[in-house]
């Protein structure tokens, strides 16, 4: 089992930055697949981007060039670097862990919220 613990939402302003952050526990993060999903008001959950175990990372056209994906094994954590934020990120941002990048994910975290505003 693999508890999953995001943080680092919030408030910002269209252009601004935040680093989401996905604290695990019970297993250790270099065995899995790491995913971020993102869920916006009234649309379904949505892949954004994920980072496999031997360090590739894969990313939505959406967000290339202004999010970051890594890795942390020695604190099992992994991050989302969120640059140049839009209106349209505004979403509940979860991460997920799995076997490989493409899915399925099994573990997820409760999600922490990302609103981007003018």
């Known amino acids: 089992q693999v508890q999953l613990v995001e943080s680092g939402g919030g408030l910002v302003q269209i252009g601004g930055s935040l680093r989401l952050s996905c604290a695990a526990s019970?297993?250790?993060?270099?065995?899995?697949?790491m995913g971020w999903f993102r869920q916006a008001p009234g649309k379904e959950r949505e892949f954004v981007t994920a980072i496999s175990r031997a360090g590739g990372t894969s990313y939505i056209d959406s967000v290339k060039g202004r999010f970051t994906i890594s890795r942390d094994s020695a604190e099992n954590t992994v991050y989302l670097q969120m640059n140049s934020l839009k209106p349209e990120d505004t979403a509940v941002y979860y991460c997920?862990?799995?076997?490989?990048?493409?899915?399925?994910?099994?573990?997820w975290g409760q999600g922490t919220q990302v609103t981007v505003s003018s």
């Open positions: 997920a862990a799995g076997r490989v990048t493409q899915g399925p994910y099994d573990y």
């Open positions: 019970g297993r250790t993060i270099s065995n899995y697949a």
